[in-house]
Protein backbone atom coordinates (compact mmCIF):
# COMPACT_ATOMS: atom_id res chain seq x y z
CA UNK A 1 0.00 0.00 0.00
CA UNK A 2 1.40 3.25 -0.91
CA UNK A 3 1.52 5.56 1.88
CA UNK A 4 1.04 9.54 1.48
CA UNK A 5 2.36 12.47 3.85
CA UNK A 6 1.37 15.90 3.95
CA UNK A 7 4.12 18.13 5.36
CA UNK A 8 1.90 20.74 7.38
CA UNK A 9 5.32 23.13 7.68
CA UNK A 10 4.91 23.51 3.68
CA UNK A 11 1.54 24.13 3.52
CA UNK A 12 0.27 27.95 3.13
CA UNK A 13 -0.89 29.23 6.21
CA UNK A 14 -4.86 28.90 6.63
CA UNK A 15 -6.66 32.27 5.24
CA UNK A 16 -8.68 33.53 8.61
CA UNK A 17 -12.32 34.27 8.67
CA UNK A 18 -12.76 37.43 8.76
CA UNK A 19 -9.72 39.67 7.16
CA UNK A 20 -9.37 43.16 8.73
CA UNK A 21 -8.59 46.70 6.55
CA UNK A 22 -8.59 50.13 7.04
CA UNK A 23 -9.16 52.64 4.48
CA UNK A 24 -7.01 55.87 3.17
CA UNK A 25 -9.86 57.73 3.40
CA UNK A 26 -8.83 58.42 7.12
CA UNK A 27 -4.85 58.90 6.11
CA UNK A 28 -5.70 61.97 3.27
CA UNK A 29 -2.01 63.43 3.99
CA UNK A 30 0.25 60.44 3.22
CA UNK A 31 1.16 59.72 -0.09
CA UNK A 32 -0.32 56.05 -1.82
CA UNK A 33 2.58 54.03 -1.23
CA UNK A 34 3.14 55.55 2.57
CA UNK A 35 -0.47 54.99 3.58
CA UNK A 36 -0.12 51.51 2.18
CA UNK A 37 3.11 50.64 3.83
CA UNK A 38 2.26 51.86 7.31
CA UNK A 39 -1.36 50.07 6.86
CA UNK A 40 0.57 46.68 6.31
CA UNK A 41 3.33 47.29 9.16
CA UNK A 42 0.30 48.32 11.82
CA UNK A 43 -1.19 44.56 11.04
CA UNK A 44 -3.79 45.22 8.96
CA UNK A 45 -4.74 42.32 6.58
CA UNK A 46 -5.38 45.27 3.21
CA UNK A 47 -5.96 48.68 2.45
CA UNK A 48 -8.90 50.50 0.71
CA UNK A 49 -8.41 53.32 -1.33
CA UNK A 50 -10.70 55.96 -1.38
CA UNK A 51 -11.31 57.79 -4.60
CA UNK A 52 -13.12 60.85 -3.46
CA UNK A 53 -11.67 64.31 -4.96
CA UNK A 54 -8.46 65.64 -3.28
CA UNK A 55 -7.28 62.09 -1.72
CA UNK A 56 -3.93 61.45 -3.51
CA UNK A 57 -5.60 57.81 -4.53
CA UNK A 58 -8.51 59.87 -7.01
CA UNK A 59 -8.11 58.12 -10.43
CA UNK A 60 -6.65 61.00 -12.14
CA UNK A 61 -3.71 61.15 -9.33
CA UNK A 62 -2.49 57.99 -10.11
CA UNK A 63 -0.52 57.39 -13.60
CA UNK A 64 -0.17 53.55 -14.88
CA UNK A 65 3.37 53.71 -12.86
CA UNK A 66 0.94 54.14 -9.25
CA UNK A 67 -1.12 51.73 -10.01
CA UNK A 68 1.79 49.36 -11.06
CA UNK A 69 3.15 49.98 -8.03
CA UNK A 70 -0.02 49.08 -6.03
CA UNK A 71 -0.61 46.31 -7.93
CA UNK A 72 3.20 44.44 -7.45
CA UNK A 73 3.19 45.30 -3.47
CA UNK A 74 1.04 42.61 -2.88
CA UNK A 75 -1.04 44.40 -0.71
CA UNK A 76 -4.75 43.26 -0.88
CA UNK A 77 -7.27 46.41 -1.68
CA UNK A 78 -10.18 44.52 -1.23
CA UNK A 79 -12.41 47.72 -1.56
CA UNK A 80 -12.31 51.25 -3.18
CA UNK A 81 -14.68 54.22 -1.58
CA UNK A 82 -16.18 56.49 -3.80
CA UNK A 83 -19.17 58.94 -2.61
CA UNK A 84 -22.24 58.89 -5.33
CA UNK A 85 -25.76 59.54 -5.09
CA UNK A 86 -29.54 58.03 -6.37
CA UNK A 87 -31.00 61.21 -5.66
CA UNK A 88 -29.14 64.16 -7.64
CA UNK A 89 -30.62 65.35 -10.90
CA UNK A 90 -30.33 63.19 -14.11
CA UNK A 91 -26.84 64.81 -15.18
CA UNK A 92 -25.67 64.37 -11.90
CA UNK A 93 -26.91 60.12 -12.70
CA UNK A 94 -25.41 60.14 -16.01
CA UNK A 95 -21.70 61.17 -14.10
CA UNK A 96 -22.86 58.77 -11.66
CA UNK A 97 -22.88 55.77 -14.49
CA UNK A 98 -19.44 57.54 -15.88
CA UNK A 99 -17.67 57.52 -12.80
CA UNK A 100 -18.39 53.54 -12.32
CA UNK A 101 -16.82 52.99 -15.38
CA UNK A 102 -13.59 55.62 -14.57
CA UNK A 103 -12.88 53.52 -10.91
CA UNK A 104 -13.66 49.97 -12.71
CA UNK A 105 -10.46 50.94 -15.01
CA UNK A 106 -8.95 51.64 -11.90
CA UNK A 107 -9.72 48.50 -9.81
CA UNK A 108 -8.68 46.35 -12.83
CA UNK A 109 -5.27 48.21 -13.11
CA UNK A 110 -4.17 47.36 -9.39
CA UNK A 111 -5.92 43.87 -9.43
CA UNK A 112 -6.38 42.49 -12.32
CA UNK A 113 -8.48 39.11 -12.37
CA UNK A 114 -10.10 40.04 -8.63
CA UNK A 115 -11.06 44.18 -9.02
CA UNK A 116 -11.85 45.59 -5.36
CA UNK A 117 -15.68 45.89 -4.70
CA UNK A 118 -16.52 49.75 -5.25
CA UNK A 119 -18.68 51.21 -2.30
CA UNK A 120 -20.77 54.06 -1.82
CA UNK A 121 -23.53 55.25 0.03
CA UNK A 122 -26.86 56.30 -1.80
CA UNK A 123 -27.54 59.98 -0.88
CA UNK A 124 -30.45 62.04 -0.73
CA UNK A 125 -32.35 62.89 2.66
CA UNK A 126 -34.08 61.04 5.55
CA UNK A 127 -37.88 61.05 5.07
CA UNK A 128 -37.71 61.45 1.17
CA UNK A 129 -38.38 57.53 1.31
CA UNK A 130 -41.74 57.42 -0.34
CA UNK A 131 -41.47 59.83 -2.67
CA UNK A 132 -37.82 59.20 -3.91
CA UNK A 133 -37.82 55.24 -4.00
CA UNK A 134 -39.20 54.41 -7.39
CA UNK A 135 -36.55 56.75 -9.15
CA UNK A 136 -33.65 55.80 -6.84
CA UNK A 137 -34.88 52.22 -7.62
CA UNK A 138 -34.56 52.53 -11.29
CA UNK A 139 -31.01 54.40 -10.73
CA UNK A 140 -30.02 51.63 -9.21
CA UNK A 141 -30.49 49.19 -11.91
CA UNK A 142 -28.43 51.59 -14.19
CA UNK A 143 -25.75 51.46 -11.43
CA UNK A 144 -25.60 47.44 -11.53
CA UNK A 145 -25.75 47.34 -15.33
CA UNK A 146 -22.57 49.69 -15.66
CA UNK A 147 -21.05 47.69 -12.97
CA UNK A 148 -21.44 44.45 -14.50
CA UNK A 149 -20.45 46.06 -17.85
CA UNK A 150 -16.76 47.21 -16.15
CA UNK A 151 -17.23 43.35 -14.63
CA UNK A 152 -16.90 44.94 -11.61
CA UNK A 153 -18.83 44.50 -7.99
CA UNK A 154 -20.65 47.18 -6.64
CA UNK A 155 -21.45 47.57 -2.84
CA UNK A 156 -24.41 49.88 -1.51
CA UNK A 157 -25.14 50.71 2.23
CA UNK A 158 -27.68 52.41 4.70
CA UNK A 159 -26.69 55.88 6.18
CA UNK A 160 -28.37 57.32 9.33
CA UNK A 161 -28.22 61.09 7.87
CA UNK A 162 -29.55 60.08 4.57
CA UNK A 163 -32.78 58.54 2.54
CA UNK A 164 -31.86 54.88 3.03
CA UNK A 165 -31.10 54.48 6.68
CA UNK A 166 -32.97 51.18 7.36
CA UNK A 167 -31.91 47.19 6.34
CA UNK A 168 -35.68 47.58 4.82
CA UNK A 169 -35.27 50.20 2.64
CA UNK A 170 -31.52 49.07 1.49
CA UNK A 171 -33.02 45.30 0.63
CA UNK A 172 -36.63 46.66 -1.04
CA UNK A 173 -34.13 48.76 -3.38
CA UNK A 174 -31.60 45.93 -3.72
CA UNK A 175 -34.33 43.38 -4.64
CA UNK A 176 -36.08 46.46 -7.21
CA UNK A 177 -32.84 46.44 -8.72
CA UNK A 178 -32.03 42.93 -9.08
CA UNK A 179 -28.78 42.91 -10.72
CA UNK A 180 -26.12 40.13 -9.57
CA UNK A 181 -23.42 42.92 -9.36
CA UNK A 182 -25.02 44.61 -6.34
CA UNK A 183 -24.65 44.27 -3.26
CA UNK A 184 -25.17 45.48 0.38
CA UNK A 185 -22.70 46.23 3.31
CA UNK A 186 -23.45 45.94 6.69
CA UNK A 187 -22.43 48.85 8.61
CA UNK A 188 -24.21 48.38 11.77
CA UNK A 189 -22.84 52.22 13.10
CA UNK A 190 -25.46 53.75 11.10
CA UNK A 191 -28.19 51.32 12.86
CA UNK A 192 -26.74 51.80 16.33
CA UNK A 193 -27.07 55.52 15.81
CA UNK A 194 -31.59 54.77 14.77
CA UNK A 195 -32.02 52.58 17.97
CA UNK A 196 -31.56 49.25 16.19
CA UNK A 197 -29.50 46.24 17.76
CA UNK A 198 -26.99 44.02 16.24
CA UNK A 199 -28.89 40.80 15.38
CA UNK A 200 -32.37 41.61 14.11
CA UNK A 201 -30.01 43.75 11.48
CA UNK A 202 -27.36 41.15 11.20
CA UNK A 203 -30.09 38.51 10.44
CA UNK A 204 -31.32 41.00 7.73
CA UNK A 205 -28.67 42.23 6.20
CA UNK A 206 -25.31 40.26 6.47
CA UNK A 207 -25.99 37.24 4.10
CA UNK A 208 -26.37 40.21 1.33
CA UNK A 209 -23.13 41.96 2.62
CA UNK A 210 -20.02 41.41 0.46
CA UNK A 211 -17.81 42.77 3.66
CA UNK A 212 -18.30 44.39 6.63
CA UNK A 213 -17.81 48.13 8.07
CA UNK A 214 -17.27 48.92 11.89
CA UNK A 215 -17.36 52.31 13.50
CA UNK A 216 -19.25 53.05 16.53
CA UNK A 217 -21.60 56.11 17.08
CA UNK A 218 -23.50 57.77 19.89
CA UNK A 219 -26.11 60.60 20.15
CA UNK A 220 -25.36 63.29 22.46
CA UNK A 221 -28.28 66.55 22.69
CA UNK A 222 -29.83 64.48 19.72
CA UNK A 223 -26.76 64.83 17.72
CA UNK A 224 -25.35 61.60 16.17
CA UNK A 225 -21.59 61.30 16.43
CA UNK A 226 -19.60 58.70 15.19
CA UNK A 227 -16.58 57.41 16.70
CA UNK A 228 -13.60 54.63 16.10
CA UNK A 229 -14.89 50.79 16.64
CA UNK A 230 -14.01 50.04 20.18
CA UNK A 231 -14.18 53.81 21.14
CA UNK A 232 -18.48 53.43 22.05
CA UNK A 233 -20.77 50.88 23.39
CA UNK A 234 -21.13 48.19 20.48
CA UNK A 235 -20.12 44.87 22.11
CA UNK A 236 -17.89 43.15 19.78
CA UNK A 237 -18.03 40.44 21.84
CA UNK A 238 -21.64 39.81 21.24
CA UNK A 239 -21.15 41.65 17.33
CA UNK A 240 -18.35 38.59 15.77
CA UNK A 241 -20.30 36.23 18.35
CA UNK A 242 -23.26 36.30 15.84
CA UNK A 243 -20.74 37.07 12.45
CA UNK A 244 -19.74 33.71 13.89
CA UNK A 245 -22.51 31.50 14.52
CA UNK A 246 -24.15 32.53 10.69
CA UNK A 247 -20.81 31.50 9.24
CA UNK A 248 -20.11 34.49 7.68
CA UNK A 249 -16.49 35.39 6.52
CA UNK A 250 -14.64 38.24 4.36
CA UNK A 251 -13.51 41.73 5.02
CA UNK A 252 -13.96 44.05 7.83
CA UNK A 253 -13.37 47.19 6.94
CA UNK A 254 -12.42 49.95 9.71
CA UNK A 255 -13.59 53.07 9.00
CA UNK A 256 -12.56 56.33 10.11
CA UNK A 257 -15.51 59.02 9.67
CA UNK A 258 -14.83 62.37 8.43
CA UNK A 259 -16.24 63.69 11.42
CA UNK A 260 -13.37 62.19 13.78
CA UNK A 261 -10.91 63.40 10.99
CA UNK A 262 -12.09 67.18 11.44
CA UNK A 263 -12.12 66.89 14.60
CA UNK A 264 -9.11 69.38 16.78
CA UNK A 265 -5.93 66.88 17.07
CA UNK A 266 -6.72 64.34 14.85
CA UNK A 267 -3.91 61.66 13.95
CA UNK A 268 -4.66 59.36 11.15
CA UNK A 269 -1.81 56.66 12.20
CA UNK A 270 -2.59 56.94 15.70
CA UNK A 271 -6.30 55.97 14.89
CA UNK A 272 -5.40 53.52 12.44
CA UNK A 273 -3.40 51.70 15.75
CA UNK A 274 -6.34 52.23 17.79
CA UNK A 275 -8.55 51.04 15.96
CA UNK A 276 -6.47 47.90 15.31
CA UNK A 277 -5.52 47.12 18.41
CA UNK A 278 -9.46 46.91 19.48
CA UNK A 279 -10.46 44.92 16.38
CA UNK A 280 -7.83 42.57 16.27
CA UNK A 281 -8.13 42.10 20.19
CA UNK A 282 -11.91 40.95 19.42
CA UNK A 283 -11.90 39.39 16.22
CA UNK A 284 -9.17 36.90 18.40
CA UNK A 285 -11.33 36.24 21.16
CA UNK A 286 -14.36 35.17 18.79
CA UNK A 287 -12.11 32.61 17.00
CA UNK A 288 -12.16 34.53 13.92
CA UNK A 289 -8.25 35.87 13.84
CA UNK A 290 -5.25 34.05 14.82
Given at each position: MTRRYVLMSMMPPAEPAIRLHIGNYGLQALPVMEALEFVRR???DGLELCVLAGWPSEPKSLDAGARRRIRESGFPVPTILDGMSLAGTDDAHRASLARIVEV???????????PP????VLGGKPGEWESAKERMADRLSAWGAAAAQAK?????????????????????????????????????????????EIEPTMDQLLGRSSFITVKDSRTTGGKIEYLLPGDGKVDY?????KVRQMGWRGWVLVEVTRQLQTA?????RAAAVRAYGSMSA????AGLRG
Open positions: TGYAALAHDIAPGHILQTVRLAVKAHAFQVVDTPEKLLWLLGRAASPALSAIYDYGHFEARGLGRYFAPGYDGALKK
